[in-house]
């Protein structure tokens, strides 16, 4: 990719729009990377996960690399 597309990507910030699933314990929101130039050309994709008080996010398997961080509160992460 060159410099020039860079600079001509739209950078402004995106929302995650896409609800993907709603519960008892929170919610799943996606952005898609055909909605979002810089997520579709890096080929990555991204997602909010919303916890309410006491939620609680199933173990699953992924075979891609994850990051997550915590914006407010606190939480409890494992590896199994």
Excluded at 7 to 29: H, Q, R, V
Excluded at 54 to 65: I, R, V
Aim: hydrophobic share 40%; aromatic share 10%; glycine share 14%.
């Amino acid at each position: 990719m060159l410099l020039s597309d860079l600079m001509a990507m739209d950078l402004s910030p995106k929302f995650a729009n896409k609800k993907i699933f709603e519960g008892e314990g929170g919610s799943y929101y996606s952005w898609p990377g055909t909605e979002s130039n810089l997520l579709g050309e890096s080929k990555v994709g991204a997602g909010i996960l919303l916890l309410k008080p006491g939620g609680f996010a199933l173990p699953h398997y992924a075979d891609c690399s994850k990051v997550g961080y915590v914006l407010q509160g606190a939480c409890m992460r494992t590896i199994i």
